[in-house]
């Protein structure tokens, strides 16, 4: 286990030893109430077992916290899940990566995604992809299957044109200038980049480089409001609690406000297409 799925269980049973002792309920009545042995209480308040959802219900309806019931099951459900390490992850290779990212794109009718120095996957032309998942493929030290990897991530690319799915893309404008391969790559990816704006249920925004940190957060993935992924340096996120989706979707609100869209867009384009072409 991770010492981040232990924080997240003490976190989580933290939580929980709050919402009963605000109830005025001690650890020894919640286990008469319920027939636990005594111990059951402590060990899931100090994180040493991960309660079922019949223990967070139990929770729930004996300190009168039924409000916060769906948010308490959505984090025991992710508490295994939430953190998995690219080591771990990208073990078989980056397409099985891939596969699973389509999966979730295919399900999700409206996906907001923010990256702040690369261009994301969805956008990125072929050259584009076969670099930079060349780089991660190098520095992980994993499995070379670049060419299945760099198919399915074009793949992917086609649900850009699913009537049923809707996009909001917001990148950094330091992702246009920050080079993966070359500046052949880079022109050939800014160029596409400048063609995708006014796409039918596409949205793209720039946030420009000297805009105020009003909100300063790590590169995200939004699948309607029920789930955000984050890709760490080290592990892949997930987040399913709905108290934290609500604050991601606060941060997005926030850069979109920031963005520059339409021809605003197409001028940071341009400016950073000379200075490739220089």
Not at 12 to 24: I, T
Not at 58 to 71: K, R, T, V, W
Not at 113 to 139: C, H, M, R, S
Not at 152 to 161: C, D, H, T
């Amino acid at each position: 286990m991770t010492n981040s799925v232990q924080e997240a269980r003490e976190a989580l049973g933290k939580r929980l030893r709050e919402v009963r002792r605000r109830a005025g309920v001690t650890g020894r009545e919640l286990s008469r109430r319920e027939g636990w042995h005594e111990s059951k209480v402590s060990k899931i308040e100090y994180g040493k077992i991960k309660p079922s959802d019949d223990d967070i219900r139990a929770y729930c309806a004996h300190s009168n916290a039924e409000d916060q019931l769906a948010d308490l099951l959505a984090t025991v459900h992710n508490i295994d899940a939430a953190y998995i390490e690219w080591r771990q992850a990208l073990g078989a290779g980056i397409k099985r990566i891939q596969q699973q990212t389509l999966k979730l794109e295919s399900e999700a009718g409206h996906i907001r995604n923010w990256q702040p120095q690369v261009i994301t996957g969805l956008l990125q032309t072929a050259d584009y992809a076969e670099a930079i998942l060349k780089y991660a493929i190098d520095f992980y030290d994993i499995t070379d299957d670049l060419d299945q990897a760099v198919s399915k991530r074009m793949e992917r690319q086609q649900i850009l044109y699913r009537r049923n799915h809707k996009f909001h893309f917001l990148i950094g404008e330091q992702s246009l200038y920050t080079t993966i391969g070359s500046d052949e790559v880079m022109r050939g990816q800014l160029d596409r980049l400048h063609s995708m704006i006014g796409m039918p249920r596409v949205t793209l925004g720039i946030v420009p480089r000297e805009a105020v940190g009003l909100v300063v957060v790590e590169n995200f993935v939004m699948f309607d409001n029920r789930m955000v992924k984050i890709e760490g340096h080290t592990a892949g996120i997930t987040i399913t609690q709905p108290r934290e989706i609500a604050l991601y979707g606060r941060a997005f609100d926030v850069l979109a406000k920031q963005a520059a869209t339409g021809e605003g867009a197409r001028e940071l384009i341009r400016k950073a297409l000379e200075i490739r072409s220089i």
